[in-house]
């Protein structure tokens, strides 16, 4: 079955960086768009970034735009995200995602914790 792995998640100050990571395993993965999620307490899970397959279309949430940087590479079945001037408010799980052909797949999703 398809699984994907995040790691990287932890404890930041504000303004501080950490760079998330999930690979995929038995998954065509370079012909899937891969991105990332995040769920903070009480509130609705919300996108974070995606990125597309073959053209590397890249799609930002409005909040962390110009902060946060989606990358993959298809030779490691990973997806990444650079996540730079951290602010309170980035506190979450951050779920991997990857859909294709109709299917739809979630990692179990990583702590990050932005507090001083």
């Known amino acids: 079955q398809v699984q994907l792995l995040e790691s990287g998640g932890g404890l930041v100050q504000p303004g501080g960086s950490l760079r998330l990571s999930c690979v995929a395993s038995?998954?065509?993965?370079?012909?899937?768009?891969v991105g990332w999620y995040r769920q903070a307490p009480g509130k609705e899970r919300e996108l974070v970034a995606t990125l597309g397959d073959a053209e590397g279309t890249t799609n930002y949430g409005d909040s962390v735009k110009g902060r946060f940087t989606i990358s993959r590479d298809n030779a490691k079945k990973s997806v990444y995200l650079q996540m730079n001037s951290l602010k309170s408010e980035d506190t979450a799980v951050y779920y991997c995602?990857?859909?294709?052909?109709?299917?739809?797949?979630w990692g179990q999703g990583t702590q990050v914790t932005v507090s001083s």
């Open positions: 995602h990857a859909r294709g052909y109709g299917n739809w797949y």
């Open positions: 038995r998954l065509p993965f370079s012909t899937y768009v």
